[in-house]
């Protein structure tokens, strides 16, 4: 086994009332790494990290610690602790009591539990907060409480389930820079649910996107939004412009009515894909014969670009740009090879039902 390799998933499969959940699901962790599982509700990301604490017993397959299977390890008894979305706090005791609630489970000394939980309170901005009520305190500072208490019992794995949900936007993106913070100063595994593609984007060293109880992609952040593999993790991670192609050849791929150089080989050929450029890889220049050229349908300001819709032919394409255009005008639409990305056809027809569901009702573009 990798030294490096914390905690292994090994084709897990999981069903709640008939309805398969989880589908043979392979996936390895690694000590020290901020893994986000992302996807849209009901992809089973929150199942697997259950499945990981010791909250759901597969179906079939096995998890495994350090090399060591642990089906049926209770939670209490794995080396993972949890951060909930609505916290779980106790009302009845304050910031101290309940950071330090785990440490006296395991009838540890007063002088340390003190010590401990000023050290968490530290670590999460909270000194001199020891003696607050929980419940007199704001949504994010409730999320400070619950994971000092969650690291006091010092985990390998911290797993926390959307525990951002609850916050408004401008602090939700304040804690994700704390949460990073703290994965990297304590160096142990943190394991993140979320269906917001920004903070996974944004804390994580690792990305699995998840659909239909399957992993569609693993990578890093940078890896899953510039070379996604499929339409799905086009559509989930960020804004993409998706159309059908046709792979000539290596390096040459028909759509939108022409040919087009890009730098993806490996295809058969005429092999039927798709077509993937990001809003913000295309340039707007004066039409042309040697671009293509479409119709300004609308153009909608968006704080630090246009957004531009544009009609050619059958497709829609969406724009960003610092540029606005008159809506109603022809422009070109350019880009270069390096911009287009090449991805196989799904196979899964719930992965385009999936896809349909998140497209809405803007043929050709994604919101």
Known sequence: ???????????ISKAFNG????????????????????????????TTLRIIGGFVTPDSGEVLFNGKKVNHVPPYKRPVNTVFQKYALFPHLNVYENVAFGL???????????????EMLDLVNLRGYEKRSVTLLSGGQQQRVAIARALCNEPKVLLLDEPLGALDLQLRKEMQIELKKI??????????????QEEALTMSDTVVVMNGGEIQQ?????????EPINAFVAKFIGESNILPGIMHEDYKV??????FVCVDKG?????????????????????????????VESVIFKGVHY??????????????????PEVGSVVGIDFTPEDIHIMRKMENSEDYAALDHLNGEEAGTID
């Not at 531009?308 to 394409?317: E, F, H, K, P, T």
């Open 307 to 324: 957004e531009i819709m544009v009609r050619a032919y059958s497709d829609l394409w969406k724009i960003h740009s610092t540029k606005a």
């Open 218 to 226: 693993i990578g890093t952040p940078q890896d899953i939004y510039n």
């Open 1 to 11: 086994m990798d030294k490096n390799k914390i905690i292994e998933l090994k084709g």
């Open 104 to 118: 006296r489970l395991k009838k540890m000394k007063e002088t340390e539990i003190a010590a401990k939980v000023a």
């Open 183 to 196: 994965q990297q100063r304590l160096e142990i595994t943190f394991i993140y649910v979320t269906h917001d």
């Open 254 to 259: 028909e759509f939108a009515g022409d040919n």
């Open 267 to 295: 295809f058969r050929p005429l092999e039927p894909v798709d077509v993937v450029i990001r809003p913000e890889d295309i340039t707007i220049c004066p039409p042309s014969d040697t671009v293509i050229n479409g119709l």
């Open 19 to 46: 309805e398969q959940v989880l589908k043979s699901v392979d996936l390895d962790i690694h000590d020290k790494e901020f893994v986000t599982f992302l996807g849209p509700s009901g992809c089973g990301k929150t």
